[in-house]
Each structure stands twice: as C-alpha cells, then as structure tokens.
C-alpha cells in the first residue's frame, strides 16, 4: 500500500511540475504575439502623424520639393504594405524607407530657423522623435520577448515538453541594411 | 565588475537574495535562542517567531496598500494630465514600451532640485514622480535614463521587495525588543519553567547568547537592509540600461544630479530611500558607506562606464562628484 501512495504523490507532482512549465511556455509566446502587436500599433501611429507634419512644413520649404514627395511616397507605401495586417519582411522594408525619408526631412528642417522655432512644427518633431523611439523600443522589447521565448523551450526541462506540444521558434526582428545609411541633405 | 548589464543584473539578485537569507537565518537564530534559553524548549521560539511575525506582516501591509498614495501625498506630488509635459510622458510611455508594461501615472513634485522616484507594488500600481528641477536640467537621452531606473524599480519588484526585508528587520526588531524588557522588567530568564528537563548549563549559555543577539541583530539587520537597498539601486542601473542601451544618458544624468548643491524641501529621512540619489545633501546628516541607502554616485558612474567600455573615473575627476553620495 506504501509504494502506491508513494507513486501517487510522484505523479502528482510530475503532474504539477508539466503544468507550470506548459503555462510558462504559453505565457512566453504571448508576450511574443503582445509585442508584435505593439510594434503595428507604433507603426500605425507614424503613419497618422506624417500627413500633419508635411502639412506643417510645406508653407515654409519651397526648395524642399522633393524630399517632401520622398517623404509622402514612402509613407504611401508604408500604409500599403502593412494593409495585410501581418509583419512582413516587404512591409519592413517599407517601414525602413519611411524612417530613412523622415530622417532626411528632420536634417532639411535643422536649415530653417522659422521653422525650428515654430511651436507647431516643435510639437510635430517631438510626436516624430518619440514615435520613432516608441518604434525601436517595441522591437527591442519584441526581440527580448523571442530571446526569452526560443531560450525557455530550447533548454531544459522546457524542451521536453515544447516540441510534442507544438511550440516553435520565432524569429528575430532584424534591421534591414537600408537602416546603416546616413540620410542625404542636400544644401542650397 | 561584470561588463554586460545581463551579469551585473544577475550578481545584483544573488546578493539580494543572499543577503535576505541572511536575515532569515539571523531572525531565526534570535527565536530559537530566545526559546530555548527561556524555556529550555526549542519549539517555543518558533512560537515567539510567528507571533512577532504577523504583527509585522499586518503592520506592513497597511503601508503596501496604502502606501504610495501617502508618499505621493508626503512628497506633494500633483498628477500630470496627459496633455501637460508631453516630453516627459512620451518618455515614460517609451521606457514602458521597451519594458513591456503599462505606463504607470505620472507625478510632478515643484522643487529645483533633480531628483526622482517610483512607489507601487507591481507595474499595473505604479506612479513615478520627478522635480522640477529634473526636467530642467537633463536633456532628453538623461531623462530617459532616470526614467528607464525608476521604471525598473517598479518592473523588478522592488517596493514588494524592500517591504519583505522590512518586515523581515521589523520583526526582529520587535521580537528582540519584546525579549529584552522581559528580561530585564519580568526576570524571565531566571525562572525556570516546571517542565524545564534540566537543560542546565547549555540552557543558560544560550540564554546569554539570546540577550547578546537580541541587542545586536536589529543592528546587523537594520545594515542588511541598506545594503539591500543599495544593491537595488545597482540593479536599477543596469535594468535602465537593458532598456535604454545606452548607459552613457544614465551616466550624464548622474553626474550632472551629484554636481547639483540644491536640496529637495520635501524629502526627509523616512523616504530618502525612495529616491534616484540620496536626497540629503548636508554631509553631517547623510549616512556614508555601510549606513547609507544609496550606493556612492561615483561608484554607480563607474559600473556604467564599465559597460560602456570605458575605463573608470579618477581620483581628480572624481573629486567634483563625491561631494554628494
């Protein structure tokens, strides 16, 4: 009668220990999809601000034609790219030609002192500034979550567990090589 | 000193829980002497132990449900909307991000003085508060930085986690206060109890051993605490450069808040732990080394820079910074 209670009590807390792990894991790849989800909400968000922001500049830069229309193309296929709703390695390298765009039009902007004193357009480059910080945090704190994740189900004990139960591995966000280039300003 | 922010976290949670363990095992020291010498019985330590034990823990409950309101209110904070300071919001709302928790609220404290603090028991309570003064004197890179240190206080747990080596270091502290006025008031440790089994010599050497420890141990416990304190703040350093990358806006901020001489009005004893720095400022008042809550800025400036890669400040350098600890 010993070794059957005995048995029992090991079963249960192998019982147990499976449970927490398999909670663990799923606990994990939710914080994974939590983050991809931050990241289209930020992208989403730059999307909005541009329209106001080459709105606000226009009246000012007549000479800037031209990274204006860089600016407002590469937002037009950012939007489009992301329409799938889905992070794809196409809407990434949208997303990347977007930030190279705004940051030739932030260097432009340093050349004209009405619009750097211009309250509106201050406000707008701080909306930009954050949005693009609140961009690269989500995938910094995305690639953590991954980190994280691939970590607990390729090491014990979660492996054990992690491959009968249909957990994968997620991968890296990785910045595109567009992202190393200095954005170019011409100056008249 | 460890050279990426990953190892200086993990040395700084080993020597907080080693130093919590500590305490248990000092705590536990004192109720088992208290017992036995007593009462020649072992087990009635344990039962001193849990008594002393659960009035701390109500005790300190009180303080954990309630206790960020009252800082908040000690501190004269004023909640700021979200349409005041939107530079200050988009970097807590940026440090949140890279953090992955919910913004806490934000608090506005009117002092030139540079400083900050978070109060909450987990992420989904948290409130941070900074000066004026702050705002005014870091740039944009150092107040992420600040903010990134006091959010990681809030996301490693540390309000619930000084509140545990506090009652920990309260209960002590009762319980060898308790034992002491016994003895010396109720003559307790010359009675000997009816079914005292003649523990005799050894009883009354851990007697001795039981007053010798009920005078020291809230001392060495009340030092365990601080260190606690301080290897939470070395934590939250490198927490924030988890989540900036960039230990260099951290630095700066340090050392433009330890050249600061203004002094915050309302910070006092009872929540100079609370804060970024140690916001006591005269040299005679504040604690050094051992005894202080903080670790030294410059010593915190050099475990950044060992991360950064560079190498650690000199004496001549040093000098402008340790006027303040």
Same mark, same amino acid.
Not at chain 1, 161 to 166: M, R
């Given at each position: ?23 663990? @894991?799923?606990?994990?790849?939710? *914080? ?65 030609? @977007? ?55 390729? #090491? ?5 567990? /992690?491959?009968?139960?249909?957990? #994968? ?15 170019? &300003?011409? !100056?008249? | ?5 990953? =190892? ?17 095992? !000092? ?23 849990? &008594? ?38 988009? &970097? ?12 806490? *609220? &934000? ?13 909450? *028991?987990?992420? *989904? ?9 702050? @705002? ?79 005078? !020291? ?8 605490? @601080? ?11 490198? =927490? ?12 700066? /901020? ?72």
């Amino acid at each position: 009668m010993e070794i059957g209670i005995v048995l029992l009590v090991i079963v249960g807390i192998v019982i147990v220990v499976a449970v927490l792990l398999y909670n663990g @894991l799923v606990a994990r790849r939710i *914080r994974v999809d939590e983050a991809v989800g931050q990241i289209e909400v930020q992208l989403k968000r730059r999307h909005d601000l541009v329209p106001n922001l080459v709105s606000a500049v226009k009246g000012y830069m007549d000479f800037e034609q031209d990274v204006l229309t860089r600016v407002t193309e590469a937002r037009a296929n950012a939007v489009a790219a992301g329409a799938s709703g889905t992070l794809t390695a196409g809407q990434a390298q949208a997303e990347n030609a @977007l930030t190279g765009a705004l940051r030739s039009l932030f260097a432009v902007v340093e050349n004209y002192p009405q619009l750097k004193a211009n309250e509106n357009v201050l406000a707008l480059q701080e909306q930009l500034t954050t949005t693009e910080n609140q961009i690269s945090f989500s995938r910094q704190h995305y690639n953590a979550s991954v980190n994280d994740y691939n970590t607990s189900i390729q #090491t014990f004990p979660g492996m054990l567990i /992690a491959g009968p139960l249909g957990f #994968t591995r997620r991968e890296f966000f990785e910045a595109e090589p567009e992202a190393d280039l200095v954005p170019v &300003v011409s !100056l008249r | 000193m460890s050279t990426s922010f990953y =190892s200086q976290q993990a040395a700084n949670r080993r020597n907080s829980f080693l130093l919590v363990l500590a305490v248990v095992a !000092l705590l536990a020291a004192l109720g088992f002497a208290i017992g036995y010498g007593t009462t020649g019985v072992p087990a009635a330590g344990l039962g001193w132990l849990g &008594v002393f034990g659960v009035i701390a823990i109500v005790m300190s409950l009180a303080s954990y449900f309630g206790g960020d309101r009252m800082v908040l209110a000690a501190s004269r904070a004023r909640e700021i909307g979200p349409d005041e300071l939107p530079q200050l919001h988009n &970097v807590v709302a940026e440090m949140s991000l890279a953090a992955g928790i919910a913004a806490p *609220r &934000v608090y506005l404290i009117d002092d030139t003085a540079p400083n900050a603090f978070a109060t909450g *028991r987990d992420p *989904r309570h948290a409130s941070i508060a900074v000066t004026t003064g702050l @705002l005014d004197k870091l740039d944009r890179e150092e107040l992420q930085g600040v903010i990134g240190h006091e959010l990681s206080h809030v996301r490693n747990f540390d309000i619930r986690y000084n509140l545990l080596v506090g009652v920990l270091v309260g209960t002590i502290a009762l319980l060898a206060d308790f034992f002491l006025r016994m003895t010396f008031w109720g003559g307790l440790g010359g009675r000997r109890s009816s079914g005292d089994r003649g523990g005799g010599g050894l009883q009354a050497l851990v007697l001795v051993l039981a007053l010798f420890l009920a005078i !020291l141990a809230p001392f060495f416990a009340r030092l365990v605490q @601080l260190a606690v304190s301080r290897q939470r703040e070395y934590l939250a350093d490198a =927490s924030s450069v988890e989540l900036t990358r960039n230990p260099r806006g951290l630095e700066r /901020a340090l050392a433009t808040i330890a050249g600061d001489r203004e002094v915050l009005e309302v910070a006092n004893r009872a929540t100079q732990h609370l804060y970024f720095t140690n916001p006591i400022k005269k040299f005679e008042q504040r604690s050094q080394g051992l005894f202080s809550t903080h670790p030294a800025i410059v010593d915190r400036i050099n475990r950044l820079r060992v991360l950064d890669g560079q190498r650690p400040l000199l004496d001549g350098e040093a000098r402008t910074l340790s006027g303040l600890e």
